[in-house]
């Protein structure tokens, strides 16, 4: 029991600082802003990966795509 009391004393103050000054705040905020990057860059596949998981997991059929609507080309009318 003294060991911990001894080695949690020499981790620091158990209180938070007082001041949080820019130099403190900005590496924390540089962090935070390159975490939201990193998930709006690849939003798309994430969202995508967590769907296909909860689908696998509930055992639900795959999301089916629609097909694609047949478009007749301009050209291909006119040699008609």
């Avoid at 080695?7 to 000054?21: D, E, F, K, T, V």
């Avoid at 080309?73 to 006119?78: A, G, K, S, T, Y």
């Amino acid at each position: 029991m003294n060991i911990l009391f001894i080695a949690s004393s020499l981790i620091g103050p158990h209180s938070p600082p007082q001041y949080l000054g820019p130099d403190t705040l900005l590496p924390l905020w540089s962090i935070l802003a390159a975490i939201i990057g990193f998930l709006l860059v690849f939003w798309r596949l994430i969202a995508k990966f967590f769907k296909t998981m909860y689908r696998k997991i509930r055992r639900l059929p795959t999301e089916e795509v629609p097909p694609d609507l047949d478009v007749v080309d301009v050209i291909d009318e006119e040699d008609k």
